[in-house]
């Protein structure tokens, strides 16, 4: 085994602000953990950093093919960065398809990595090239680094006894040792957690980390890059313990949190749908904490099961993506008219109907705030990034509790498998709401209401209390079956007004950037990082526009009418046709409101953010 | 559980009115239920009545208990939940034959299967009563309904042999109009440990009058029933003068003496299932009583373990070690 060479050897040591990074290979490349690892490893060196995994539907698609490729961008920097970057600085190709997919989007003069080990003629013609991209010219502009990467971990790895197969299988290792060289990174880290991962594979860890080293000595012995680089600590963030978190992950922990805070035991109803399949995974491993999950038989049944826990005094949440919301609608409405807590957390993926279910969209907006029978109003929480999605999740179960609703919490699939830092709070810096049950049976009416309109929760077991619940409208105060026309319109309007209370107890979004002007940018969502990141370039020299983000979607926070009369028009991207600008227009019927649309499957380039705002700026100079 | 002891039938009634039919056979099943909760000593505070949606799921309504009115054919997801939050609460759950083996077959299928301990009561008109008559899937093939002018063409579903076929552990049928036999295999359900699936013949006044007439009618009801005792043998007949045996891949009639000895708690469906088949074969008794009757493990006991395993192992989790796992990093 060769010794590894610490940083700082031979090759002029260049200090970089920030790097994007893409790794692409086939989708059994291992490329998802190969990003992740590299994501790990910045964060612990102390960069800002942002990911964006982009994968195929297909587990293994037809492997070579383009259809299979599975990429993962990571952005790290030494400043406070909002998004996983526009257009890498560095991309490894590790066949003929993840180059011709993703070159384009390279920035000029930008470094490829090729794995020329997979450039054989029955590679082409799996990617469907006509010709060799590393020879016809595709790859001009670009300053082009050539690996036989299936030779050399083959020669790292001969003394192992792995199979070639298994051997092959290590590359993506050598890949990542190679860019851990190139941004001088740390080995250790990603060390540990092979070592931790095979614990009972000793021998995979081991061959994992040999691949991993032989390609970081590769950019010293072989001298393939003319410098090496240096991206130092992030000094901007604010103090504190920081580690990396993806969003659904951070759902998940947020949820337990929330639980807490109200003094309740957390209960999943779910059903495995992509991108949301592993906030169940996540939960289902926390049973120390006292975590029920329940993997129902559909989306129907799990969320009936979350509102069953709710019934019973738990913190019933459910968690799917758009068809599983559609699936789940008649169970919501239910809720809604029984008026328990619950937590639908959406993870939103490209639609119409299975759409694209790996890639990201904010189309189930309407869906959420609407989509029911009946006047059935539920609150929209929105989280804006993967960290942030932590502490919607408190939010959302403040919400449900205090106000006896069922709760949308909004995610997509780029919050969800994107990670950050996420600045650790201690817990007893957390907010904390808990939520009293009834248990006195004196003057008891299911139907009351309090100063929030939520009627008292009473835990079945409860002597003296013994009531019927269910979805035929209920008399006000007894809950009754009443079929008379004015407790209805009555009760209808009950149930709406206390959502759209909700509004006085968040508060009015903070203002960042022109406080007025031509032009305030407005999102919701995960389009937060690449608004803010667009705001901050145009406003580079002077405060041109504004911005601002909703985390409360509906109901809408008080104070926007006056914000947006400081404004001439109000620029919403979102990644749908248009969906909040729509609602705006009918809430706000005075002000110009732009909507930007995106709809591709991918989150907006805070340069089209940036350029559509110079063309209105210009446009209205 | 305070009033437990002092606890009558009537304590078991709401002041709900009951807004069935007149002659409706769900007035008899709301009356043996309440007499069995009395009679079993249930507290109104630790029982839950769970329904879906049709007629015989507005019984919550009518019992003096914690009671939720639920959805079309997801009671079961309901009652999942509800056991799972809370494995202490009695829980009863109310379905007929469009709720429980139409909408929410898929739902019933799977909560037999998991063997949660629900107490489920699956009342059987052969109809759909509170849309007004339409066919459904028990109807026999040919029936005439307002959707099925020239007889349904649906293959029904035989309600044991689909519990069975899904594993359920505790299998019986009843009638609606046979209270005595109604109340014991109430008794027996509630006692078992898992799901308990009672298919219960119960006839509508108003769109099915008489569709088990051929069985439960008092004047034949002994002569064309024949009870399944478990451990004991399969005679019938109001003198118990006849028998049934197995024989072969079969089931035949014969005297007392030569009649097989009922056993409800063998592992396989076998035996149970061919007593299900002989729902619609002429010339023989229709089983009631108990199919099957088989210990396994309840799933929220199994949930309840898990997580107190998972505390041995790791320790009561802290909500800030799910916050500081991993790798973490200090800014100053």
Known sequence: ????????????????????????????????????????????????????????????????????????????????????????????????????????????????????????????????????????????????????????????????????????????????????????????PTEDWLKEKFAKKMHLAEANIIAMRAGFNAGDIQELFQGRYEVPKCDVLTPGTYR?????????????????????????????????????????????????????????????????????????????????????????????????????????????????????????????????????????????????????????????????????????????????????????????????????????????????????????????????????????????????????????????????????????????????????????????????????????????????????????????????????????????????????????????????????????????????????????? | MSETEALKKKDFQSDQEVRWCPGCGDYAILSAVQGVCADLGFSREGTVFVSGIGCSSRFPYYMDTYGFHTIHGRAPGFATGIKMANPDLNVWLVTGDGDGMSIGGNHLAHILRRNVNVNILLFNNEVYGLTKGQYSPTSPVGQKSKTSPLGSIDRPFNPINFALGANATFVARTIDTHVKHMAGILKEAAAHEGTSFVEIYQNCVIFNDGCFDDVADRKIRDDMTVDLRPGETLTYGKELDKGLRFNGWGLERCSAEEASTWDATVESTAPAVMMGELANEAEMPRPLGIFRQVEAPVFESETERQIALAKEAKGEGKLRDLIFQGNTWEVE
């Open chain 1, 244 to 621: 990396s978190v993806m969003g659904n992950e951070a759902v998940a922990i947020g949820l337990v949190a929330g639980a807490q805070a109200a003094g309740l035991e957390p209960f999943l109803g779910s059903y495995p749908i992509t991108p949301a399949s592993t906030i169940l995974e996540t939960l289902a491993g926390m049973k120390n904490h006292g975590v029920k999950t329940f993997q129902a038989e559909d989306e129907i049944a799990a969320v009936c099961a979350a509102i069953g826990a709710a019934y019973t005094g738990g913190l019933g949440i459910t968690s799917t993506s758009g068809p599983g919301v559609a699936l789940k609608g008649e169970a919501l409405g239910l809720a809604v008219s029984i008026e328990l807590p619950l937590i639908v957390v959406n993870v939103q993926r490209g639609g119409p109907s299975t759409g694209l279910p790996t890639k990201t969209e904010q189309a189930d907006l309407l869906q959420a705030i609407f989509g029911r029978n009946g006047e059935a109003p539920i609150p929209v929480v929105a989280c804006a990034t993967p960290a942030d999605a932590f502490d919607c999740a408190m939010e959302a179960v403040r919400i449900a509790t205090q106000y006896m609703t069922p709760v949308f919490l909004m995610t997509d699939g780029f919050i969800a498998n994107g990670a950050e830092p996420w600045r650790l709070p201690e817990v007893e810096d957390l907010p904390k709401f808990t939520k009293e049950f009834r248990t006195d049976a004196e003057n008891y009416q299911p139907y009351s209401r309090d100063e929030n309109g939520a009627r008292p929760w009473v835990k079945p077991g409860t002597p003296g209390l013994e009531h019927r619940v269910g979805g035929i409208e209920k008399a006000h105060l007894t809950g009754n079956i009443s079929y008379d026309p004015d407790n209805h319109e009555f009760m209808t309007h009950a149930r709406q007004e206390k959502v759209m209370g909700i509004a006085n107890s968040i508060p009015t979004p903070e203002v960042k950037g022109a406080q007025s002007g031509k032009l305030l940018i407005l999102g919701w969502g995960s389009t937060y990082g690449s608004i803010a990141d667009a705001v901050e370039r145009t406003n580079e020299d002077e405060d041109k526009v504004g911005r601002i983000h909703l985390r409360h979607v509906w109901p809408l926070p008080n104070g926007l009418e006056e914000i947006f009369s400081r404004y001439e028009s109000i620029l919403i991207p979102e990644m749908n046709l248009g969906q909040l600008a729509r609602l705006l227009r009918s809430e706000y019927p005075k002000h110009d409101f732009l909507s930007y649309s995106k709809v591709q499957g991918q989150p907006f380039r805070a340069y089209e953010i940036a350029a559509k705002i110079q063309e209105l700026l210009e446009n209205k100079s």
């Open chain 1, 1 to 188: 085994m060769t010794t590894t060479k610490e940083p700082g050897s031979d090759l002029p040591l260049q200090q970089q602000e920030s790097v994007v990074i893409r790794f692409a290979g086939d989708s059994g490349d291992g490329m998802q953990i190969t990003g992740n690892q590299y994501a790990t490893t910045s964060a612990v060196v102390g960069n800002d950093l942002a990911t964006m995994p982009d994968f195929p539907a297909e587990i293994r698609a037809p492997a070579g093919t383009r259809a299979g490729v599975s990429g993962f961008q990571l952005a790290f920097s030494s400043k406070d960065i909002f998004t996983p970057g526009d257009r890498p600085d560095v991309l490894i190709a590790m066949n003929p398809a993840a180059l011709v997919e993703n070159i384009k989007d390279l920035k000029p003069d930008g470094i490829v990595v090729v794995n020329t080990g997979n450039f054989g003629d029955r590679d082409l013609e799996k990617a469907k090239c006509e010709s060799n991209p590393l020879l016809d010219g595709t790859l001009d502009g670009y300053r082009v680094i050539e690996v036989d990467m299936n030779q050399r971990v083959k020669e790292a790895l001969t003394e192992t006894e792995l199979k070639p197969k298994e051997v092959q299988r290590c590359k993506n290792f050598y890949t990542l040792g190679l860019m851990y060289w190139l941004f001088s990174r740390p080995l250790q």
